[in-house]
């Protein structure tokens, strides 16, 4: 089979974004702030929004479940304080649930967690735990930059973080390092913002010693890694130049790289540098990258495509699709055990 590991809810009902509107206007003038009940969407409304956009691509690309979140650009966690992000995430999260409820064999839900710049993260431990508990998510999406682009948060491997991954590897689930909307007009969202939080995540990591304290972590680092495969060379030197062990060791046993990058050559290149075993397919539709390359015909994120096209054993692909997200992803691969798959 073929597990995306890398999908956001990017086309739930204009009610989500018009309520997000109206809390936004309440930080103002609290008197039109919304109250989560003022939110109705039904799940004929949810049907739609899934059957004619991710369902209708993923049974077009032979995508058979997806791990879904949040949409990304939306958690916004600049936005407001703490409380304005606990009850936007929890409103977004319950969205991502109800629609694994209603396609249980194609998406399974990951979390959105409630942070804020300046705010301990142990704050959002209990959304953290009602999503794992109450709604099977089997991953979070954690944000590295909760500021929006002005990367006021500590690194990674600082131990005020501490709680969270501690609450990881309790329930044994990894998190995506995905940062949302940059507010920096130097960093454009998705075409920079996004690519350095990758870079930046793991150099992070490479700099600390995270893995020593917490040995069966596991981090995701989406869109390929950012400009990490393409340097790997450059990320070897400085590892050696700061004493530390050879990735392999130091960072490879526990952080792994999704394949949205969206065309051949670097699909090739992530195959190349990146041990097999780090690697997860993934596609992050319908996301950032939405037209058809006008030099292939058909869609950038078809990444399925590229994936099977990069000369890989059969062995080698099966474990891309499917077997490193089985093991990256434990209560994933414990729900489609259950389900006989």
């Not at 409103?91 to 209603?102: M, T």
């Not at 300046?118 to 794992?132: H, K, N, Q």
């Not at 077997?323 to 990256?328: C, F, I, K, S």
Request: aromatic share 8%.
């Amino acid at each position: 089979m073929i597990i995306d590991s890398h999908g956001h809810f990017t086309t739930a009902p204009v009610e989500l974004e018009q309520w997000r509107n109206r809390q936004i206007a309440g930080l103002e003038n609290q008197a039109e702030a919304p109250v989560p009940a003022e939110l109705r969407i039904t799940d004929d409304q949810l049907r739609e929004s899934i059957e004619g956009n991710q369902l209708r691509l993923m049974d077009e690309r032979g995508i058979d479940l997806t791990v879904f979140s949040p949409r990304a650009s939306f958690m916004a966690h600049h936005v407001g304080g703490f409380e304005t992000s606990a009850e936007w995430a929890a409103i977004c999260n319950e969205l991502c649930f109800r629609v694994s409820e209603l396609y249980p064999e194609r998406f399974v839900p990951a979390a959105m967690l409630p942070q804020s710049p300046g705010v301990d993260p142990a704050t959002c431990i209990p959304e953290l735990t009602r999503c794992v508990e109450e709604y099977g998510a089997v991953a979070l999406n954690l944000n590295p930059d909760p500021s929006g682009g002005h990367w006021t948060a500590p690194p990674l491997t600082d131990r005020s973080w501490y709680p969270i991954y501690e609450k990881m590897v309790e329930y044994d689930i990894p998190a995506m390092i995905h940062v949302s909307t940059s507010i920096n007009p130097a960093f454009h969202s998705t075409g920079a913002h996004y690519l350095n939080a990758d870079t930046t995540a793991f150099m992070q990591l490479v700099q600390g010693d995270l893995f020593a304290d917490f040995p069966t972590l596991r981090l995701v680092i989406p869109h390929g890694g950012g400009a990490v495969p393409y340097h790997w060379g450059r990320f070897r030197g400085l590892a050696m130049a700061l004493k530390k062990p050879p990735l392999e060791e130091h960072v490879m046993r526990n952080v792994y790289f999704d394949t949205c990058v969206y065309h051949q050559p670097g699909i090739d290149l992530l195959l190349d540098v990146v041990p097999t075993r780090n690697i997860l397919f993934a596609s992050e539709m319908i996301g950032a990258v939405r037209d058809i390359d006008p030099c292939t015909g058909h869609n950038f994120d078809d990444t399925a495509r590229y994936i099977d096209n990069a000369g890989l054993s059969e062995a080698d692909l099966a474990a891309v699709q499917e077997h490193n997200a089985r093991a990256v992803y434990p209560r994933l691969n414990a729900l489609l055990k259950q389900q006989g798959r």
